[in-house]
């Protein structure tokens, strides 16, 4: 099986940082997009930042300026540095990636079990 395994979150004042990572592991061939989510509470789930394997990025337009992702492909992690939060970035962060386990077929997409980001006014 394949899993994904967030760390990092926690309870931060505005202004603050936080570095999320997600290490994905299990039979893996190759991972396309991999970024995160975020679900405040009474929300829907959105996204906050991806990137391809070739390192295209894609960010919410709330988190441009202050969010950046990387990855490191070789090691199949992501990463998300959190520069400036605001109260307003309180959420669970989900990893997500698009994972081909072979070869052949289409990519499966997977979702970690989530880690909690608090921003304290």
């Known amino acids: 099986q394949v899993q994904l395994v967030e760390s990092g979150g926690g309870l931060v004042q505005a202004g603050g940082s936080l570095r999320l990572s997600c290490a994905a592991s299990?039979?893996?061939?190759?991972?396309?997009?991999m970024g995160w989510y975020r679900q405040a509470p009474g929300k829907q789930r959105e996204l906050v930042a991806q990137?391809?394997?070739?390192?295209?990025?894609n960010y919410a337009d709330s988190v441009k300026g202050r969010f950046t992702i990387s990855r490191d492909n070789a090691k199949n992690t992501v990463s998300l540095q959190m520069n400036s939060l605001k109260p307003e970035d309180t959420a669970i962060y989900y990893c997500?990636?698009?994972?081909?386990?072979?070869?052949?077929?289409?990519?499966?997409?997977?979702w970690g079990q989530g880690t909690q980001v608090t921003v304290s006014s």
């Open positions: 997500n990636a698009d994972i081909k386990r072979k070869v052949i077929g289409n990519p499966t997409n997977y």
């Open positions: 299990g039979i893996i061939f190759s991972i396309n997009v």
């Open positions: 990137m391809t394997s070739g390192g295209t990025t």
